[in-house]
């Protein structure tokens, strides 16, 4: 026989008992009828989700470009064209929450830049040729690696690391350009010389179209390319940006 204990209290009444609470969930919320489509309302539902990254342009169906920056494995960029397109690309993956190191011969040109982002914070640092140091790079706090060095970039002493993407920057064709090339996951193409276009066709495998356009390219114009997929992209800088950086150019 079960017995019951009797504490000399009266019982609660519903309104007076404790809710409750199931951890890690909270209170229950209020009871609802589900929501029920039938099969012709589902086609109806869309969901503008894009990629996550980093909108560096515009395709040709004015469709945002959306550059994935930041992985769980070390990411190569490589961009044969301007410093105002790194700086800008730099500048949107800081007011992402990422955070910028330059490895420079010019620091002059960057440190602008490296003043006005973040809003006062240190999210920007700037460093000679051959001092830059591990970052610590964390899917809390990635890094973007910046090395613009010439024509000629020296090997990285930096080691590669998860969510850490370097982007080395080729103001044109140099002799070591095979191996940055070679070496990226994503490769930004600006104007360059038709015979530069021809060599970089042949180390890409770019159509025809492609190596007869680049020549031609206006200055914020980069084509994108990876092994498998191509993109032309256009860059207009917002009012911020462009008080920063000024107009889009292909030389500096």
Partial sequence: MAYQTYSGQAPQSVEQRQVRVRPGFGLRGPRREKHVLTVDELSALSFPVGDDGVVVGVDQQQQPTVMGLFRPVPYEVALVGGMWTAQLIALR??????????????PQAWAPMAQAAGGGQPCVTVHQVG??????????????????LGARPSRSRLSAAPWQTTLTVLPYLGPNASRVLNAADLVGLQRISPQESEVVGRM????????T????????????????????????????????????????
């Fill in 93 to 106: 993956a800081a007011a992402t929450g990422a955070r910028i190191a330059v490895e420079t011969g010019r």
């Fill in 131 to 148: 001092r830059l140091g591990a970052q610590g790079a964390s899917v809390a706090s990635p890094v973007l690696v910046v090395r613009d």
């Fill in 204 to 211: 890409l495998s770019l159509g025809p179209r492609d190596v």
């Fill in 213 to 252: 356009t680049l020549p031609t390219l206006p200055d914020n114009v980069t084509l994108w390319a990876t092994r498998m997929r191509r993109q032309y992209v256009l860059t207009n800088p917002g009012e911020a940006e462009t008080q920063v950086l000024g107009i889009p150019r292909r030389m500096d």
